[in-house]
């Protein structure tokens, strides 16, 4: 069951705020977050497991709303390093991960 | 540490050709898996592996086949090609299902035409 990302695209200025939405139909064990660059390969973030938790990696950081089946990564004082595709993939049991569409971020001077 | 190699890097395929797309990894990881990724679509899960001579599949196998002799190698087989299998594909290794981390290959670019 591939989860909705939320927005499509989003445009910021270097400085600006952003979040980056992810919710699932079906219950959820993980959140997992991968940023990937053009041409590149996807790249870990973060992970975050049931229970509500909140994580944080530099001015990166995450939400896991288990009842909701929601999580939410949050980007704030964006730098230009921080343009790409942002990339949930929820696991709701078993092995597999199953990948949003993306979200493509870019962050203008 | 070379982590996860994929080779090789770009092919043109012709239609009905066959080939192996090889995914190598040097961390010592149990999970291995083979996606898809076509532009706008994100990742489709083809085959995954818990262990060397297990596999199952995902949410996308047709056309595709793997094997798991070694921990270290997860080659994918495409057999009789087809321009729907134009796309780029990354291998993925993981430590363990828990608090698992997938680690990305560079990626294989597939033109089949």
């Known amino acids: 069951q591939q989860p909705v990302q939320s927005p499509q695209a989003v445009i910021l200025r270097e400085g600006e705020d952003a979040v980056i939405n992810c919710s699932s139909s079906?219950?959820?064990?993980?959140v997992h977050w991968y940023r990937q660059k053009h041409g590149e390969a996807p790249v870990f973030l973060m992970i975050?497991?049931?229970?509500?938790e909140q994580k944080g990696h530099d001015k990166i950081s995450a939400s896991f709303n288990e009842k909701k089946q929601q999580s939410s990564l949050y980007l704030t004082a964006s730098q230009l390093s921080y343009s790409g595709t942002y990339f949930c993939?929820?696991?709701?049991?078993?092995?597999?991960?199953?990948f949003g569409k993306g979200t493509s971020l870019l962050v203008t001077p | 540490n070379a982590g996860v190699t994929q080779t090789p890097k770009f092919r043109i395929l012709k239609i009905g050709q066959s080939m192996t797309l090889q995914c190598t990894q040097d961390?010592?990881?149990?999970?291995m898996y083979w996606y898809r990724q076509d532009p706008g679509m994100g990742l489709k899960l083809i085959y995954y592996?818990?262990?060397?001579?297990?596999?199952d599949k995902g949410e996308v196998p047709n056309g595709y086949n793997v094997s798991r002799s070694t921990t270290e190698d997860f080659p994918l087989r495409l057999e009789l090609a087809a321009p729907s299998q134009t796309s780029v594909y990354f291998c993925?290794?993981?430590?363990?299902?828990?608090?698992?981390?997938?680690?990305f290959g560079p990626g294989t670019r597939l033109l089949v035409l």
């Open positions: 993939g929820t696991r709701n049991s078993g092995y597999a991960l199953n």
């Open positions: 975050l497991l049931k229970g509500g």
């Open positions: 961390m010592n990881h149990n999970y």
């Open positions: 079906k219950a959820l064990y993980s």
């Open positions: 993925a290794s993981a430590t363990s299902v828990r608090q698992e981390t997938q680690y």
């Open positions: 592996s818990v262990g060397a001579g297990i596999t």
